[in-house]
């Protein structure tokens, strides 16, 4: 199996092999973490998991962010304009529609 690990997993998981990913492979590696790690938080049965794999998804960001050179006022500047224009998620509401 191969995956985006972090920058550490390699000084004490000894039993695989790690090699730097080229430039054009890294966003999808990204893309893949960042589906992988929100299923863990789909699939997280105590709140320490939760807030912990919260954490990651987290860690993708900050990572993905970094990667294509936005800062983090940049996005938190655009986060908060679209939330201006639409709103957050504080509401809880579900939309259902007909197609």
Do not use: C
């Not at 092999?17 to 973490?33: D, G, N, V």
């Not at 929100?38 to 954490?55: D, R």
């Amino acid at each position: 199996m191969k995956k985006l690990v972090r920058d550490k997993i390699p000084e004490f998981a000894h039993y695989a092999t790690y090699r730097e990913l080229a430039p054009a492979e890294i966003e999808p590696a990204l893309k893949q973490k960042l589906i992988e790690e929100t299923n863990e938080v789909l699939a997280a049965k105590t709140e320490e998991n939760l807030i912990e794999e919260l954490g990651d998804v987290y860690e993708v960001i900050l990572a993905y962010l970094k990667f294509k050179n936005v800062d983090q006022e940049t996005f938190l500047k655009q986060v908060n304009k679209k939330r201006a224009l639409k709103g957050g998620f504080s509401k809880f509401l579900e939309m259902n529609w007909e197609k």
